[in-house]
Every structure is written in C-alpha cells, then in structure tokens.
C-alpha cells in the first residue's frame, strides 16, 4: 500500500497519482529538472516525485500561512519542530490550545502557528485544520481517539527525511497567480509546473483559501499563459472543461485522501504538446479522454492517516 511521505493529511491529497505524473514526466524528458506547485497543500506528490528521483528541485507555494509555516518550519527549525513534537502531549485540552491559535493567527509567531497547524492537522477529522472536529469528539467515545494519527515516531522520521533535501526545496508563500509569474521568468527549460488549485464545487468545505468563479477564471488564463509545460488536475465540473476547453481534457479515477472513502472522477488537462503515455490505457471520449489508473498504484482511502 502507497504510503505519503508527508507529516500532513490533506484533502484531495494527490500522492496517489505520482505514478501518472511521473511517467508524463519520463514520456517528456522532463526527468532531473525543476517542479513546481503553486497550491503545495500536503505536498506529498512532490515530495514523492523528489525522492523518487524524477525531479530534482521543488518550487513549492501556499498562500495560506498555516501551511506555507508548517513547511517552513519542516526545512529550517526541524529540530525546534521535533522537539515541540517529543514534548507536547496529544489532549483535549492542547487541541483547544492549538485551536485558539489558528483563530488568532496575527497574535503568534510563525514558529507557533506551524506546530497548531501541524497537531490539528493530525488531530481533527480529514485532516482539515479549522472546519472540521476533532477525532472521537469532543467527549472521546468515538471508535477512534485524538490520538490515533499521531504516531510521532513515524511522523518526526518524514520530517528528518524532508530535511535533508531542504536545499532542493524552494518555499513561498505567495498568490498562486504572483507565484506563476515570478516562477515563470527564473524556470530553466527542463520543467514541469504541476496544478492542482481549490477544488471547484466543494472548495468552500475544503479549503482555507477557497476559490469563486471569478478566481477559477483569472488562474486559467494564467496557466493557459505558461511558457513551461504544465499539468493540472481538477475536479470533474463542466464549468472548469469550458475554461480549458482549447487543452487536451482527460478523466481519472482518484481514491480521495484523508479518510474520504470513495473514488471520485478528476479531470487531468495537459499543456499542448505534450505527451501521454499508452502505458496509461488512455481511452477518449469525445474531446476528453479517459485514464484507467488500475494498473497503477492506488492510494488506500487510509493512505495519508498513516
């Protein structure tokens, strides 16, 4: 069973797909360059892709803090992370401390809101650090604890693993649409932005930083303007196939992350030129085709609770 290499859960998590991007990546000669996401999220596709060896330097973007602090804090005050991690205990009661936290962002140091976005993300139902419940309930008589994504064993090891890459990984914590324009002008050729921005119809539910119409349309010209190849994965809404209706369109079967457990259709929408694999069995349908990812490995509806 594929297991993420990140310390986060996160909704929508992508790590299951890396087989499907890695192998464009190959079909492309885009091997050993630089990747780029200007939603990180988790990051556990890029992390993947990373120490697989198929990409060798990340540009990685969220313009939420609590996340963009979190990996911060992950690359350069690991062992202040850790300790925090060893010396907090897994309560109620901290999940009420932490909270208060996500709530009052502006009142605490970037330090203090990686480690609350870090204990709630392990915490809280789906992963989700501020519109979702703890894990149990408040009063504990779940089938489930607080506790029980929080292995903080297995959880410091995937943050010593990322540290050691640190000087391949390139963080900001900018607008995904400053993010690709900066991006743009210092890219070598041999690169690959992968996108994967709030989901269209459930965004609001989902995401800190969610999207309206007006947003989905201002980032499609934006990516529709790149001048390095690009992926982008979206849920499978008419209105997003009506944006990129000029790019080729594919559908997918995706296993949701962070304790969703059903299997969802995606939308994958490539740069023109680019090239896909047989190896896919892909199978068009009209305009859009259609990826059976069987073949490939599938993450568990438990991968990213691990």
């Known amino acids: 069973m594929p297991q993420t290499p990140s310390p986060l859960r996160y909704p929508g998590g992508k790590t299951s797909i890396w087989k499907m991007v890695s192998t464009i990546i190959k079909d492309n000669e885009l091997e050993r360059g630089h990747y780029c996401e200007p939603y990180a999220g988790g990051c556990g596709l890029a992390l993947s892709l990373l120490f697989k060896g198929y990409v060798h330097e990340l540009h990685l973007n969220d313009l939420d803090r609590s996340i963009w602090a979190f990996w911060n804090a992950v690359l350069h005050e690991t062992d202040a992370l850790i300790e925090k991690i060893l010396s907090t ?16 962002k502006d009142s605490f140091s970037d ?25 149990g309930g408040f009063k504990q008589n779940g089938n489930y604890k607080i506790d029980c994504r929080y292995n903080k064993k297995t959880l410091i090891d ?6 050691k890459y640190k000087h391949r990984i390139h963080l900001y914590n900018l607008d995904a649409l400053e993010f690709l324009d900066f991006t743009r002008s210092i890219l070598p050729r041999n690169s690959i932005y992968c996108i994967d921005p709030p989901y269209f119809e459930k965004g609001q539910t989902l995401y800190t930083n969610a999207y309206n119409k007006k947003d989905h349309k201002e980032i499609s010209k934006k990516i529709l303007n790149l001048n390095r190849p690009w992926i982008l994965t979206y849920d499978n809404a008419e209105e997003i196939r009506m944006l990129y209706k000029k790019s080729p369109q594919y559908t997918f079967d995706l296993n ?23 190896e896919l069995n892909i199978q068009k349908i009209n305009t859009i085709s259609s990826i059976d990812l069987k073949s490939a490995p599938t993450l568990s509806p438990c991968c990213d609770l691990i």
């Open 89 to 104: 205990e897994v309560t109620v009661e901290e999940w009420y401390r932490q909270r208060e936290i996500q709530l009052n």
């Open 111 to 135: 330090f203090d809101l990686a480690f609350s976005s870090f204990f709630l993300n392990r915490t809280n139902r789906s992963g989700i650090i501020l519109k979702a419940g703890m894990i």
């Open 158 to 163: 995937k943050i010593k693993r990322i540290e």
């Open 256 to 278: 949701y992350s962070a304790a969703e457990k059903r299997v969802g259709t995606e939308l994958l929408i490539i740069s023109k030129g680019l090239k896909i694999s047989g």
